[in-house]
């Protein structure tokens, strides 16, 4: 879908975060604090609608707008709550994996997408650090591609 698609932008914001992101709808009925599943770079996004919509016609972007999906289902949202626990078993694993390959660097979080396609380690390091075997031991574990 091609931005000039889009009736409405949605103003969403993730987690924690005080920042805003912009998502394209032809749903006039979404409303502040309506959860909302988004496309993002990451995969499928549960957010939050944190800003009345407005007019797609209203706001200049050259930028790519992604879709919203759809509302939040009460599936993506238990899914987002088992994913968070996931994500912390996720944490563990991660950690031991480090440990055992004596890598200097510390864990700060996992995080699953909704559909649990991707899982994504943020990570913080003194110095550069090389984690290609890391990568492939977590790719064995975790069963990804």
Known sequence: MENKDYTHIAFVSFSES???YTFGTNDDTLKVHDKVVVETVRG???GTIMKENQLFENVSTELEIKPVIRKATEKDLKDVEENKEAAKK???ICEEA???QGLDMRLIEAEYTLDRSKI???YVADDRV???ELLKDLATKFKCR
Do not use: C, T
């Open 18 to 20: 005080n920042k805003l």
């Open 44 to 46: 499928l996004e549960v």
């Open 90 to 92: 996720a944490m563990v």
């Open 98 to 100: 480090i440990q055992a």
């Open 120 to 122: 994504i380690f943020v």
């Open 130 to 132: 090389d984690f290609r």
